[in-house]
Each structure stands twice: as structure tokens, then as C-alpha cells.
């Protein structure tokens, strides 16, 4: 791993790295699984955590459980993708929650998904925000420190998966809820380290090429970002896409570059 | 409590009864709550233990934590009301849903209450389906066992509550989960232990008064049903519907009376 | 009627009077209803216009049925009382809902209960936006213009009812719709003519008594509002609330009171 | 075309047949879509008339938009894809709805189609059940009934596609509704013209020759069922299914195939 120097430096990202950062050579590489929509059977041979849906913007409980029972075998680490209850949208519709609503439908998922973990001879042992509420807790203090309060509740002190700098890690920090920053190889970023929205041009990256490529940028601490900057931030998990038809081609893309570059995949959790 | 021999004796309802039956001097009361409908909070002072609505049917998180919350600061045993996923038709609406799914449902729904318990200091204590669910647990042994597949698969042999004779006693003992058999004073009974019909006429009481009266009945081991009949049944619970106008009323007074009668009234679970 | 001066006067409230204003001596009464939460035989014997649930933040395609046959029975006009879809949260939760899935939305919900209504000899004769969209409708014109869109493509330009001075009726106006200003007597106000938010203190009125006498204000083209204010605006009907308790109570007397004050109540569609 | 005899003649399918049946030179080729599964857009160059979802078992407002859109742009028919309210079970699962509410469920579908079609410049011009509410209506003949009353109540006797023998054509000709007989080429038969279900073995074909085939025997009035039986039915449409990943190209080899027989393709109603 080579740590690029760039012209971008000057770029506002100190929050984006804590003090004594250090480049990883462990990594997690996680992915959407359980949305009805990927090949969870190949992908659950590629990642090393699983962002299972809970049935509140996609998944139900017998895929769950199918998906469970597959990442127990293989070693995958099962997180609660907790979402705003909203299939018609897939859940990426910011909606607007009050705080004791969102904790408890926070709650309600993650119990739901740990009941049939353990059913399978796993557990949750993280929780990852989905689309919009991902989106709403990387800025909004309120409904970080809610989803927050709703994982916390579950008790185990279960890890929250996040964008390095958010509101969301901020929060669970704030309540020792360890909070685990992640990076996006196919998706565009901004100078200030946040993603570009999904519906803007080029937000979204295919080339399993070019990912994979990221990945390796992100690994060693950086990303470009859009107009040439390059984003120093600090990741501990590297995020694929599960669905898609390159979905799967894509991640062990990413797997095979990290992998060549001295990296060591594994849960982080 | 006194016995009453009867006319109807001679009706088919040894299955109703386990051989050493003894008259029930200690009993539990369950309705449902969470649901919207009723007033919880003053029902949860007159009764021993809550089915609570898990979202499949009615309820949502927040509503599911504040009755925890509630049942936990009074001692009422909390369990888990599950139901087929038809919020349109308040689970009373027959569905075909196949096994896996259903046990998968089952074991959803208890996961999710039982993390939202747990943040408020208690347990699921025991599973009770709902509506259309109970109806066709009663007779339909394929559904009663994926019932109790999803509540096995769950952990800690959680009791399920169920009509005395049904196939959901049966496929719950089957496995070594305690099934426990419930009467409603409320409601009419056929000739054979089971319900009438919610549709037809007469099917469910609404006089406090005979409420009660049929709730000593049910303690004394038996019950009146259409036609002058009277069934022999053994109980440990009684369940008082939570909703409709008179709903707190008809539960006081069954308690009133079951105590009055020697009845001590605590959680079966 | 008495127009009454005021020392609010100088409030900034041009916008909520159009000129050429006269007062009203027709105003329509309008409640929710097929929310399943009151008594609508009740309320459809007091309002002349009624806003039905469509199935989105609540309400279900038996239940229009039956409301749409009595509003026809009792002349009373149906609007579809359209809304984010959101039954968890009853509609009242803001989202952010892309402007061709809303317009297709309410559509979708105004040809529903259209089809219903012809089937019990009436129509649908006006829309407005139920709770969370109805508040996005008052200020963002992007919302409103998307609202409108959705209405206009089902035809037969439906007058849309809102608050006065809104986007919504900006929007309905801008592509020939009627926009029919409402007011809401038992609904706190700011100075600004919108309405205080439901969670804050004091926003919902429940004395029928001061309900009635605000809605003669508003038919006299004035509401008192927050801090002592008094704002001037123009209405074409009034919205009583249908759930809650006293909600019929507090109707009738709403009517009485217009009725004494020379006010005829008939639909404005 | 080509009449087949065969052994099977004796199998007892008089009521699949009309007295003056002839063989078909004009036929119908009707696919689901909108249910978020297939190209929608490659079957609509395809088919003649498009059983589009109406948001209770799939698809959603915005959805029906585009399809409505393309149907109308491409002179293809478009049917109401009418469903029980199971997204979760695809409308696969059997319910038990009391026949007012499956009625109103209907009307509400058919309506909310229909206004979204006029948007489009099209109308709602058939109806047809889906999954489960299909196969309840071949045998039940209230679950028929209810169908079909609420396709009355919309008005404009719109015809309704169905199995041919079922109790649904017999119902909607009893108020006279136009029933429309249908056949599934890629579908296995019993010899008693009901289809195997889904479930089960063989149940679905996938070869595009095999299809095509089936699709000329249907056109010609029998197709082979199980067990080497030949049924003779009489169709007025053929139904390709849209989703798969042979979809559109097993529709294009049932459209040639017909085509080469010398049936022409048209929507029938």
C-alpha cells in the first residue's frame, strides 16, 4: 500500500481522520443482502459482512432467515440494515420521524433480525443505516443520536457502520456505541468527504475496473472526489453494491485488488 | 368453586381435558393490547398477562415499547401476538401462507418483541397467534406446527397459548414447548370446545355481568355453549377482549369475580 | 355578519385575501372522514363536504364505499383526501417523495375513490392533501405544483382545497384548477396565517364553544391568531376535525353558529 | 391450423367448450407487467393487451404511469391486474376476504387504473385476477362472484379474463360481463383444464419451442395436460408470462409461431 500525496490536501477533511490514524491492512468488506434484488448466494462468498435487510424498505423474514443461515455457514458477519418504513420507496424517501419512533423502529429491526441470527447460529453484530436514513444521519445530529438510541436499547453495544465524519459515528460515540467508518469504491464523493446524491450524473460507478482501484485508494486512506480533489478519510470497511447485473463481478474485483494489495479481509465486528 | 354435573356431560370433549385435571385455583388473564383499540394502561392493572400486537396485524415499535414499558413496571407478563401480515384485514383475514414462512413470521414477530422488551427490563414470556391465525392453529395441524417451529426456533421454550384441544396444544407439546390452554368468557362456544364464528350472531358477550359468571364457569372446568350444552374444559387463562367500549369494565369485572371465587390470579409464564 | 376591525391589521397578510374580496354568506363545512377514528354516519349528517381516506395514510376500499354511499345519500360532496404513503405514521410524517411519484400518487388515489363514488352515484368533486403533504403543499412549490399535476391528469379540473395564501392554491390556479381556500376553527394560527404545528402546545382547539365563535370569525374573514395577532384571510369553506370525542359536538356547533349568523352551508363543488 | 384428434378425446371437458365453438383465426396475447420483474418495454412490442398490476400484490402509481403510457403509445390493451392486498406473498397466498371487501378492493383497483390510463390516453378496457385470486375464482364461486361484482360496479361491462371452465366466466356472464377464456402455453395442464400449480413439478415450461408449440394447439382448441391426456378447450387470448429471464423471448416465439398458423394478433377487447 502506497499512500498517494495529492494536490487535494488542503481540502477540509481533518474530521475525517481521527488522530493516530494508521493505513489498514485489515479491512471489512460488506454489502446489501436480503433486498430480493442481488445474488446473495455468490456475494456471501465475496464479503466478509452482510447489511441484511429487515422488512421495513425491502427483504422479509424468510429470506432473512435464508440469507442468516448462509452467512453463519460462511463466516459472514450479520448486520441489521435498518431502514424508514417505506417499501414503496425502497426506502431511500427521507421521511421525517420523530426521534422515539425511529429509535423503537430501529429496535424493532435489529431484534427482529437477531431472533433469526440466532435461530441460524449466528447474531447481529452491527447495525448499518439503509438509503434515506443512511443519508439523514450523515448531517441530521437528531436522527443520528435516535438510531443511535434505538441500537443501544437492544443492548450488547453492537457497532454502528457509518460515513467517516457523519453524525451517525459522532453519535454512537457519543454513547459508547463503537462507530466504524466506511468507504464507497463505486460511488462518487464530494470534496467534504460525503457522497454525491444517487441521482446525479456519474454518483454511480460500473467499471469493476475503476472500483476496484478505489478500493485500493480507500485502503490507504484516500479518494478522489469530484472536480480532482482527493479526500483523505479513514476506513475500516469498504461498501459494495449487491445488486446490479456487475454486482457480483464488481466485488471480487475488489476483493482480488485489495487482497494483491497485502490487505486482509475480515469482519470487523 | 363448586362442580356442575350437567345435562351436557355426555358431549365428546375428553380431548379437552388431561387425565388428573384438577379445578384450577390459580389462573392468569390475558387480553390483547397494543392494537390501538383499547385502552392499555388501564387494562394492564387488571390483568396478569398482555398478548401484544407485533406489526404484523396492528401495532408498531413505539406503541409495542410503551406497553413493555408499562407491563414491566406492573409485573404483567408480556407475549407475543402473532399474526398473519394483513394490517388491512386486522389479521382476522384466513391466508395461505406456507410453513417456512410462516414459522419465519413467527420467530420475526418474537424477535422483535422480545428486543424491545428486553430494552425495558423484561421478556416475551410466552406467544399467542392471533385472529385468523389462532382460528386455523386450531384445527389445521400444518399451520399449528409452523407455529411452533417459529417459537422452537426462537429459544428459551416459550409456552404458547392456545384453545384447550387444538391442534396448536398438540404441535407445541409435540416439541417440547408447554402449551397452555385459555377460555373466553366473552365469547360463544360450540358444542365441541371451539369458538363460534365472530360473524354470527351472538358469537361474542358483552354483558360484565355474564362475562363474569362465565369466567368462574371456565375456572370450575367448564363452559355453556349454543344449543344448552355444556362443555368440559381445563384452562389456565382466561382472555378478556381489550377493545370495544365496555372492554375494561367486562375485564374488571371477571377478575372481581374470579377472586371473589378463590381464584388467585398470576402470570402462567 | 360584522367585519371587525382590528390591531392586527398590520400583519403582512395580503397574500391570503385576493382582491374583490366579499364576505362570505355561502361557506361549505368540510371534515375527514373514512379514517376508521369517528363517528362518520354522524359527521355526514353535518358537513356538506367530505374528505375520504384513500387508503394511503388510512382508510381501506370497503370503507370508501360506504362513506361515499351515504355523502351521495345526504348530497353531500366527496374529495379525495389524498397522502404520502404512509399508514405506519398516519400520513403526518413529511417525505420526500420525487414530483412524477407524487403526481402518479395522487392519481392513483383520486381514480380509486373515483370509481368508487360512481359505483354509489356520485363523484369526486375536489382534492386536498391529507396531513404531511397538505403542511409540504403551504410552502414548497415543487410539492404543490406536483400535487396539482396529479390532479389535473385525472381530468375534469377538480377544485383543490387548501390554505389560503399557499402554494397549493398558487399552483392549482396556475394551470386552471379551482383553488378553494379553507380555514380551521379549532386550529391555532401564526401570524402568518399558517397553523401552529400539531405537537406544539395550544395547536388543537377542543371547545366546541370557541370553535364555533372562530368560525364565525373566519367566515367574517378573520381568525385570531398566536400572540395576539389577528389575520385577515378569505375562505371559502371550514374544516371541522372528525376524530376525537367531542369532534361531533364541536360540528354541529360550528354549523349552529354559521347558520345563526345568516352563513348558508352547501359544497362549493 | 390444424384440428388435432387424439386419444384424449374422451376426457370429460364439455364445459371448456361452448355449443358452436370455432377455431380461433384471431387471438389475443396478453403478459403481466408492471410488477417490477420483466422489460415491460420488450414485452409491450410483443404482446396485445397488458394485465398491468395495480399496487395490491405489485407495482406502484408511478409504474403504471410508464406502462399505461407505452400501452396506449403501442395500441396494446390494458387490463387491471386486480390482487388480494399480499405484496409480501406476490398475491400468491389465499386469503379468505369477505365478499364486499373483495369486491370494493376491485372497484378501488380497477379505478385507480382507469384514472391513470385516462391520464395516459388509454382506458382500463379488461379485468383479470391474480395469482391467488385467479385460482380462488376457477373453483369458488363466491370468491367469482364477488370478482366480478366489483368489476360491475365500475361500470362500462368490462370484460373479464379467465380460466376457461371456471367459475369466474360463469360468473361474469351471469350479470353480463363479458368472459373472456384464456390459455397459459407455458403452463402444464390437468385433464380437467385446471393448471398444475405452481409448485409442483413441471409446472412451469421454459422452452421457447415448447411454448410456442402449446401456443399453436391452443389456438387450434386442445392442449396436452398431465399424464398424456389431451383437453379441449376453446381460448379467446394466450397468456406468455413477463417475467423470467426467457420472457420476451419466449412471447416473441409464441407471437411467430401463432403468426406462421395464420392467427391474427389483436386485443379483444
Avoid: W
Avoid at 478505489?214 to 459494495?240: F, P, Y
Amino acid at each position: 500500500m502506497v499512500r498517494h500525496a495529492g494536490p487535494a490536501e488542503h481540502v477540509h477533511v481533518a474530521k475525517l481522520r481521527r488522530p493516530g490514524f494508521a493505513l489498514m491492512s485489515v479491512l471489512d468488506l460488506n454489502a446489501d443482502l436480503g433486498e430480493g434484488a442481488g445474488d446473495d448466494g455468490a456475494l456471501l462468498e465475496v464479503v466478509t459482512s452482510a447489511n441484511v435487510a429487515c422488512g421495513f424498505h425491502a427483504g422479509d423474514a424468510v429470506t432473512m432467515r435464508r440469507v442468516a443461515a448462509l452467512a453463519a455457514e460462511r463466516g459472514v458477519a450479520v448486520g441489521a440494515h435498518v431502514a424508514y418504513p417505506d417499501r414503496a420507496g425502497f426506502g431511500r424517501r427521507a421521511m421525517t420521524v420523530p426521534p422515539a419512533e425511529l429509535a423503537a423502529d430501529v429496535l424493532y429491526q435489529v431484534g427482529a433480525l437477531d431472533g433469526i441470527c440466532r435461530s441460524e447460529g449466528t447474531r447481529v453484530r452491527y447495525v448499518k443505516p439503509h438509503g434515506a436514513l443512511y443519508n439523514a444521519a450523515v448531517a441530521d445530529a437528531q436522527v443520528a443520536a435516535a438510531v443511535c438510541d434505538g441500537v443501544a436499547a437492544f443492548g450488547g453495544l453492537l457497532p454502528v457502520l457509518g460515513l467517516p465524519g457523519s453524525e451517525l459515528l459522532r453519535a454512537a460515540e457519543a454513547i459508547d456505541l463503537p462507530g466504524v467508518p466506511e468507504g464507497f469504491p463505486d460511488r462518487a464523493y464530494r470534496p467534504d468527504g460525503t457522497l454525491v446524491a444517487r441521482g446525479e450524473p456519474g454518483a454511480v460507478l460500473d467499471d469493476p475496473g475503476e472500483i476496484a482501484r478505489r478500493a485500493v485508494a480507500l485502503a490507504a486512506g484516500e479518494v478522489d472526489a469530484a472536480g480532482g480533489a482527493r479526500v483523505a478519510l479513514e476506513v475500516r470497511s469498504v461498501c459494495v453494491h449487491g445488486d446490479g447485473p456487475a454486482a457480483v463481478e464488481a466485488a471480487r474485483a475488489v476483493r482480488a485488488a485489495l487482497e494483491a494489495d497485502g490487505v486482509r479481509l475480515e469482519p470487523f465486528a
